[in-house]
C-alpha cells in the first residue's frame, strides 16, 4: 500500500504502484518499468561504451537484474532509476575489468538515441558536435566521466547522482565543477 504523502521521492507519480504490481508479478508494470528508464540506462551505457551492441546487450542484463531482484528491491527514498544506474555501472566495471580495463571502442556513427531534428543540416551539426562531446568526455577521468554523462546527458539530480556513485553530494559537485571544468579545456583545445 503506498502513501500520498508530499514526502514521496519516486520520479514518476505512479512509480511507488508500479513497483508494488511488478513485485507481485505483473507483467504489465515491469514493462513499464522498463519503458521509464531503458533509454537513460542505454544512453549511460552507450556513453561509456561508445558500442552500441554491447550497450545494448549491457541494457538488457540490467532489467533482466532487475526483474530477478526485484522481491528484494527497497527504495529508501529514492527512485528506481537510481538502482538501476548502479545495476548499469557495477556491470561497467565488471565488463572492464574482464577487457583488462580498456574500454571498447565503438564504430556507432549512427546512434539515433539523441534527439534529431528535422533539417538534414541540423542533423550533421548536431551529429559533429555529438562526437565532439562524446570525445571531448572520454578524455577526461572516468570518475568526472560518470558524473557528466549522470548529471548532464541523462538528466539526473546531484542527489540521485550521489547515489548512484556511492559518494556524497558535497563530492558529486566538487566532481561536477571539476570534469566541467576539464571538459572545458578539452573543448578548447579542439
Given at each position: ?57 549491457l ?14 528491491y ?46 538534414v ?23 568526472h ?46
Amino acid at each position: 500500500m503506498t502513501t500520498n504523502s508530499p514526502m514521496k521521492r519516486s520520479f514518476f507519480p505512479d512509480e511507488d504502484d508500479l513497483i508494488l504490481q511488478a513485485k507481485s508479478g505483473d507483467a504489465a508494470a515491469v514493462a513499464e518499468l522498463y519503458d521509464q528508464n531503458h533509454e537513460g540506462v542505454f544512453r549511460f551505457l552507450w556513453s561509456r561504451t561508445r558500442d552500441r551492441q554491447l550497450a545494448e546487450d549491457l541494457t538488457s542484463e540490467v532489467f533482466v537484474r532487475m526483474v530477478s531482484a526485484l522481491q528484494d528491491y527497497d527504495q529508501r527514498g529514492f527512485a528506481i532509476r537510481v538502482w538501476l544506474f548502479r545495476i548499469a555501472r557495477n556491470l561497467l566495471t565488471d565488463h572492464f575489468r574482464k577487457q583488462a580495463g580498456q574500454p571498447e571502442a565503438g564504430s556507432d556513427a549512427e546512434e539515433s538515441t539523441f534527439m534529431e531534428p528535422d533539417l538534414v543540416e541540423d542533423q550533421v551539426d548536431m551529429k559533429i558536435s555529438k562526437e565532439n562531446l562524446l570525445s571531448a568526455i572520454e578524455k577526461i577521468s572516468q570518475t568526472h566521466q560518470e558524473v557528466v554523462v549522470l548529471r548532464f546527458i541523462n538528466g539526473l539530480s546531484i542527489k540521485d547522482t550521489a547515489k548512484i556513485l556511492d559518494k556524497s553530494v558535497s563530492s558529486v559537485k566538487a566532481l561536477q565543477h571539476r570534469g566541467l571544468l576539464a571538459l572545458r579545456a578539452v573543448l578548447s583545445e579542439e
